[in-house]
């Protein structure tokens, strides 16, 4: 089968717009503009209907794009229907909380499995999902065939977290931990560092300041 | 002073590129080229030397950039440097966390504040940092001068609590509730939605799979 191969900025841009569709549905809003899309995500109107070509021909009427249409077309085209296996590594604070997390489940990312190194977390932390100690993460990946792996461990257990994600044949990995792991040859990886977060608002409110003044 | 607008997405690129090169200093790396970060970003060199051209000329040797002159010019012109007073509101799992974090402390943020609604958390949290209930938040944060504000709260809240830091004078608000806050004139706002970021991963991975096979 013949794709064009979507670039990583655009499915980005489309993960976010499909977030906001999400919200404007709950507020029953039935249209939205690329203008209205391109100042919520702080981008020109232009590259959202740029970004929302890539997915085909959706139509659009005066009002802009039908909120639902738009959304079921995004998950058709990013699979977002696709119910994927998911596991947690690092059963911390932030582990622990994505361990039950609803909104993760209802996505269609149902976690099968958790992992952390400490075998007195592993039998004392409360919840359904089966916990394994960190050394038999390629083999339940294997096993259970889980596509995507989310590291939230201390940055120095990051990058053996990860080749072992990558042994048992995981297809994505996002991680949550302040190192920073290189994509491997058929592996999606998403670095996200939560202080780096922060410190891009410091800079835009920094860099704002500075051009008001 | 006169100084060119930074496009936001540059900023974010570049505050990506120093989280590269803080790494890079770990590991005693002195230079890096652009081709290198951008394969570890996912965007061509060109938009890197982009990116870093409107920051001004830095020059570069044969093996790239110099990984401390880039560091050293990323902070100089991005305020990195500058200390910022940070309140954190909601003190859930994610929260907490984020409350007692060294790093965001070595970064510069000051967790001066954290706030909840529920009054039996502010009393029970172990922690250095001042307390307070949420319906303080405008009068703390303008007393206390606090510039950024952390939201970590469930998502029907956030908006509300973002009004009360915008009141009191916030320059910037990193988001990580699934709510999208919208900016507002002088505030600078950043969504971080953590389940949008691993329906990002899983989109890419089916991407792959499907351009792959």
Redesign the interface.
């Known amino acids: ?1 013949m ?1 064009t ?2 670039p ?2 655009t ?2 841009r ?3 717009i ?3 569709l999400e ?1 404007l549905e709950e507020n029953k809003t039935d249209a939205v503009s690329s203008v209205e899309l391109g ?2 995500l ?2 020109n109107a232009n590259s959202i209907r740029k970004d929302i070509s890539f997915i085909g021909d959706i139509g659009n009427c005066r009002a802009g794009y039908s909120v639902s249409k738009l959304k079921s077309h995004l998950i058709e085209k ?3 229907n ?1 119910k ?1 296996a ?1 596991c947690i590594i690092g059963l ?3 582990g ?3 361990l039950n ?1 609803e ?2 489940l209802e ?3 149902g976690i099968i499995a958790g992992f952390d190194s400490n075998i007195n977390k592993i039998e004392t932390i409360q919840t359904k999902v089966p916990l394994y100690p960190a050394n038999e993460i390629t083999m339940i990946v294997k096993r259970e065939k889980i ?2 792996g ?1 590291l939230a461990v201390p940055p120095q257990a990051a990058v053996e977290s990860a080749k072992r994600l990558v042994a048992g044949g995981i ?4 991680n ?1 931990s ?3 792991i ?2 491997t040859q ?28």
Not at 171 to 174: A, D, E, F, K
Not at 187 to 209: F, P, Q, T, W, Y
């Open positions: 089968m794709t191969k979507i990583t900025p499915i980005e489309l993960c976010s499909y977030h906001i919200q100042k919520q702080g981008i990013l699979k977002l696709r994927k998911t911390g604070k932030l622990a909380t994505l997390n909104r993760l996505s269609g990312f596509e995507i989310i297809r994505g990995i996002v949550f302040s190192a920073i290189k994509p058929g592996v999606c990886v998403r670095n996200v560092d939560l202080v780096g977060e922060i410190r891009i608002v410091s800079a835009m409110s920094m860099i704002l300041k500075e051009t008001v003044s």
